[in-house]
């Protein structure tokens, strides 16, 4: 098969048979309707109109789906995609204002009954620039879905194919805190919103964040925050 040379969008849906395969070009993936079951090697997931999925080139996923579907396909040259070193990745990016409205622009391009490709290319230095500034590294995406759990540097590191020495320093480069200031910083974030939502006592929620003990989380709920969960919770029913 001859490399890809220009961005191609198109109207695609999926069966039900499950089908794996990888390809030399990118693909953004927009869902329309319905759903979508893909899998890569770091992603298993149920994609639907409030996710976008990013398939690096040589990407090996398999997908299937067992609703009525439709999406909306963007084919990116490997020429035209800047992530160094990528290959053989996938990346997933919430739905938000400015791609629903990128997902409109693709859309009204491709409806175009002439063969221009113009307004497309012109549009995807766009669609670019939002890819590379909303990309979360694999190792923080996982740190953001497992923080409730052990996570240890050398697991961390290895996610990312780096030694923990190198990691240590490149996490620091990227998010300006180490790994356990940033792991303890989502742990207290989401124990404010448990304590200004839920009547959850603090013990349950130390653990449901991933403290062992009460009074490990309310030591670093207090050096964060400046005040003990008690007062915070406190503070925020009185108001």
Sequence with gaps: MEPLTDLIGELRTYNQWEN??????????????????????????????DKIFFLLPNCEHSFFSKTYNKFLILNIPKTFISLKNQDGSS???????????IRYL??????KANND???????????????????????????HQNYNQKLGLNTL??????NPTYYLEWFYKNTGKTPYQYITEIRVKKAKEL????DLSHLEIAIQIGFEHQSSFTRVFKKIEGITPSLYRKSIRDN
């Design 20 to 49: 794996t395969h990888q390809h030399q070009y990118g693909q953004l993936i927009f869902p329309l309707e319905g759903n979508l079951v893909i899998k890569t090697k770091i992603h298993n997931l149920l994609l639907n109109d």
């Design 117 to 143: 490709n113009s307004g497309l290319r012109e549009l995807f230095s766009y669609v670019s620039r939002q890819l590379y500034n909303e990309r979360k590294p694999p190792s923080i995406l996982f740190i």
């Design 195 to 198: 304590l200004e939502q839920t």
């Design 157 to 162: 590191a290895q996610i990312e194919n780096y």
């Design 91 to 101: 990346i997933v990016y919430d739905v938000s204002e400015k791609w629903k409205a």
């Design 106 to 111: 693709v859309l009204n391009e491709i409806s």
